[in-house]
């Protein structure tokens, strides 16, 4: 077999290998939305309240995107404590002495959602989030071992949001955050914060299989 026809297997086996992942993460849960408006490929979307967990990292925007989800995919693939329905167990054929639940040391796997999103404050910090399955209450999330994870309550938002595909670098977000603002600025629309990039795709994913957006939240 000559290289050329080993180099289209490669590139076949690639494609196909990517469009298997691609059709596992659609799979996965994504925080519940409501479409109030649609132009091209800019919604207007309406978010319930959900809850993340999230960590700040600092530096180059990919460096810290990569940090924050090592950190956090850590966490749901249980680097944590899970909670206790009781905090003790009682025997009282054991001398009605107290025993400590034993779940209380156990881990506990969280299933992977979509997407992860990063947004930047003024100070160059980066917040990464990967929002937890509607199952999960912050009273039955299991304790993250690191420090440096929260879990925290997101109130509803509204986002204009700007959908595509292709690389998902700086550049790309950036020429794409300014293309939504042009559109809120059409549109008179008010921003209320900084724009949100979302990622639904691991790093290898084909560019044109890759799906990113802009989400920019906007006055209520």
Do not use: C, H
């Amino acid at each position: 077999m000559n290289r050329r026809v080993l180099s289209l297997s490669f590139i076949t086996a690639f494609i196909l290998f990517s469009t298997m992942e691609r059709k596992a993460m659609a799979k996965y849960e994504e925080p519940k939305y409501e479409v109030l408006e649609s132009n091209d490929n800019i919604e207007i979307r309406q978010y319930k309240d959900r809850i993340a967990a999230e960590v700040v990292t600092e530096g180059e925007q990919k460096r810290a995107l990569d940090e924050g989800f090592m950190i956090l995919s850590g966490y749901i693939l249980g680097k944590n404590i899970r909670k206790r329905n009781t905090d003790m167990t009682a025997s009282p054929e054991a001398n009605s002495s107290a025993t400590i639940d034993e779940s209380l040391y156990r881990s506990e796997s969280i299933p992977m959602t979509a997407p992860v999103t990063a947004f930047a404050s003024k100070d160059n910090k980066w917040t990464i989030r990967l929002f937890m399955p509607a199952k999960y209450s912050l009273e039955t999330l299991p304790t993250p071992d690191n420090e440096r994870i929260k879990l925290v309550q997101v109130a509803p938002e509204k986002f204009a949001v700007l959908k595509f595909s292709g690389f998902s670098s700086k550049e790309s977000f950036d020429k794409k955050a300014t293309a939504l603002r042009k559109f809120l600025a059409k549109n008179k629309i008010d921003a209320a914060g900084p724009e949100v990039d979302a990622y639904y795709d691991p790093p290898w994913t084909l560019p044109f299989l890759r799906s990113n957006e802009v989400m920019i939240p906007i006055s209520q």
